[in-house]
């Protein structure tokens, strides 16, 4: 199994910067890709920026040029600059892994509260 902790939600101000961190953990395993997903509330989850295994990166529209993906081995993080209202959600963390002997999985986090208030 492999276990992934977010922590660093919150309450904010429109223009504020935030820092999600993502923590994975487990044994033997080794992540292909990892990202951060959101869900405000009546609305489907949606992608907010991903990082590949090699270091590709991919953002939403609505944050591109906002929010920056990170990743240092089996920690991820999301960096959030002048944060917007809309911003407001539950964010996710995803990873895809491939554990040895067992195949390829995904797992989610609990999730980490971001509020962004006019």
């Known amino acids: 199994q492999v276990q992934l902790a977010e922590s660093g939600g919150g309450l904010m101000q429109a223009g504020d910067s935030l820092r999600l961190s993502c923590a994975a953990s487990?044994?033997?395993?080794?992540?292909?890709?990892m990202g951060w997903y959101r869900q405000a509330p009546g609305k489907e989850r949606e992608l907010v920026a991903a990082?590949?295994?090699?270091?590709g990166t991919n953002y939403a529209d609505s944050v591109k040029n906002r929010f920056t993906i990170s990743r240092d081995n089996a920690k991820m993080y999301l960096q959030m600059n002048a944060l917007k209202p809309e911003d407001t959600a539950v964010y996710y963390c995803n990873a895809r892994v491939m554990r040895p002997g067992y195949g390829n999985f995904e797992y989610w986090g609990q999730g980490t509260q971001v509020t962004v208030n006019s």
């Open positions: 487990g044994s033997r395993f080794t992540i292909d890709a």
């Open positions: 990082m590949t295994a090699g270091g």
